[in-house]
């Protein structure tokens, strides 16, 4: 295996809207990433990726992009976004923007021209057809094809109909999308993470579909399409390739099967992708909203299933949380009694997998979901589409809210609780863009930087240790017990260590451990302040090495 740095670092992906507000607008900016990047520095993470920065209307925060070469007017200018990638470089960090080209906003000069007429030379930069060719569902609800009073024709728009579709078939508009990608990079931008990239290849027959399953329609109707692998190579070649860069693809609707064509070390495309297998097990087949129960069987499984598929020549990056997804310590852990094991847990899994681990905002503090009482305290496009179909179809809306407490969107974009001051120290203004989760005043930055026993400083201790063990990188892994519904157990190892995980994924006690006798391993890693052997304890995990390897490394917990 290929040994290089990005495979090292670690990502932190920053949503500027909700990071930290600099001019008491309510709104997060780049000004006010700057303010922040000795903490992040402090965590010792290496890329810093930021969702969408560009000019938009925002109708859906950013991800509808006006100007792919300006800064939206409420996070700064482009003077600003030079010096903080000065400022980011300065300090040992990298910076990765966030390259949207599905789809732009319809208000983009493209589309604005295109809409103009049916021979207007922009015409071909989106998807347009004289009579709705297909019924698809649009990830935002309602139909995917949107009628257009001025040309009397539809057009495309897999997410909301602010965001057309973009028409990767013309030559035309890839020698866009690349001469805007190197304006970024000749700025010295570090790399790019590709939302939706799946995507940007139609199926021109456009095959018919069952609503009714909606993670199978985006596996073998919207992602890997005909020409999608022609595509990237052809972006490899004209930009990627010329630049000492990584990139990431956003890869929902990609089995682990088809993992290698995209990042296979031959293909000349992306360096690594983010899978989704894991993300979707606790959604029915109605979508997010359709709740199911995930169970610990079936992680393993995909994370089993991805590692065989990518073998020696792929790479993945591995999330448990992002901006689309709820919080990772109320997702998957346990956001009351257990919140600080359980969040301590967790990032003991993500930063052990075979992967570069990406860690959102706010992770590192055990930020959790928020259940706002009422539909106007949210403001994703998503929940408000959705919410309204319900309403117009007389459904469960309380069964509804539930669900939007688990699921929605927001649970990721509340503001970063910097401190216990009003707002969570996030703004001064009379009221944030979004309100802030109502527990910011028992957690927040503030308080975690002074217990050294904190989430913050466990994540920091892991990123040391990370870096310092390269086993957690390439060693071989495998799975210790595949069918167990409460341990997660695996082991890591190659010629320079030998390490085996134990996390007891429950409320209860764990009493049985797999692998060698606890007396020939070495416990160098814990997330309890006291240890014992005899079992694991609700939401324990503990890292061991076997004897004859030991770290120099001590305790840490």
Do not use: C
Request: proline fraction near 6%; charge should be negative; aromatic fraction near 16%.
């Amino acid at each position: 295996m290929t040994k290089t740095w990005w495979k090292e670092a670690v990502i932190y992906q920053i949503y500027p809207r909700s990071f930290k507000d600099s001019n008491g607008d309510g709104i997060g900016d780049l000004a006010g990433i700057i303010e922040k990047l000795d903490y992040l520095a402090q965590l010792g993470v290496d890329i810093l990726w930021l969702s969408p920065i560009y000019q938009s209307p925002n109708d859906d925060n950013g991800y509808d992009i006006s100007d792919y070469r300006a800064i939206m007017t409420e996070f700064g200018d482009l003077a600003t976004f030079e010096r903080m990638l000065a400022a980011i470089h300065e300090r040992g960090m990298k910076l990765m923007l966030d390259l949207v080209v599905n789809h732009s906003s319809d208000e983009h000069r493209w589309f604005q021209e295109s809409r103009k007429s049916k021979d207007n030379p922009y015409r071909d930069y989106y998807f347009w057809r004289p009579e709705k060719p297909v019924s698809w569902p649009s990830f935002f609800g309602g139909e995917a094809w949107e009628y257009d009073a001025a040309t009397g024709e539809y057009y495309l728009h897999l997410f909301s109909k602010k965001q057309p579709d973009l028409n990767w078939e013309n030559p035309k508009l890839r020698e866009e999308v690349y001469d805007m990608m190197r304006f970024w990079l000749d700025k010295g931008v570090d790399g790019f993470r590709m939302d939706v990239i799946p995507f940007i290849s139609k199926r021109l027959e456009w095959p018919a579909v069952d609503w009714s399953d909606f993670p199978k329609i985006v596996e073998e109707v919207y992602a890997n399409g005909p020409r999608l692998h022609e595509f990237l190579q052809e972006m490899h070649r004209e930009v990627l390739s010329h630049y000492p860069i990584t990139t990431v693809g956003e890869a929902p609707g990609v089995p682990p099967s088809l993992a290698n064509t995209y990042v296979g070390e031959d293909r000349q495309e992306l360096d690594m992708i983010f899978h989704f297998g894991h993300m979707f097990l606790d959604w029915g087949p109605g979508g997010k909203f359709d709740l199911t129960t995930w169970d610990l069987r079936d992680f393993k499984r995909v994370f089993n299933e991805w590692y065989a598929a990518l073998g020696e020549t792929g790479w993945v990056s591995i999330f448990l949380d992002n901006h689309d997804f709820p919080r990772l310590v109320s997702r998957w852990g346990n956001d009351g009694e257990y919140r600080i094991p359980s969040a301590k847990l967790l990032a003991i899994l993500l930063l052990s997998q075979r992967g570069t681990p990406s860690i959102y905002q706010g992770t590192e503090i055990g930020m959790t979901n928020v259940a706002f009482p009422s539909i106007e305290d949210y403001r994703d496009i998503e929940t408000l589409n959705t919410w309204r179909e319900a309403q117009e179809k007389g459904a469960d809306l309380e069964q509804l809210l539930a669900a939007i407490h688990q699921q929605g969107r927001d649970n990721v974009r509340t503001p970063v609780q910097w401190d216990d001051t009003p707002h969570a120290g996030f703004t001064t203004a009379p009221a944030p863009w979004i309100k802030v989760n109502p527990n910011y005043p028992h957690i927040n930055a503030a308080a975690v930087l002074a217990d050294p026993n904190s989430i913050f400083y466990f994540y920091q201790q892991l990123l040391s240790f990370r870096k310092a063990h390269l086993t957690w990188v390439y060693g071989e892994y495998v799975m210790l017990d595949n069918n167990d519904t409460r341990l997660y157990a695996y082991r890591r190892w190659d010629e320079n260590g030998d390490f085996y995980f134990f996390l007891n994924f429950s409320d209860e006690d764990f009493h049985g451990l797999p692998g060698p006798a606890l007396t020939q391993m070495s416990l160098v890693m814990g997330n309890y302040p006291d240890t014992q052997t005899a079992y694991l304890r609700p939401w324990e995990a503990r890292v061991y090495e076997v004897e004859g390897r030991r770290s120099e490394v001590g305790n840490r917990r």
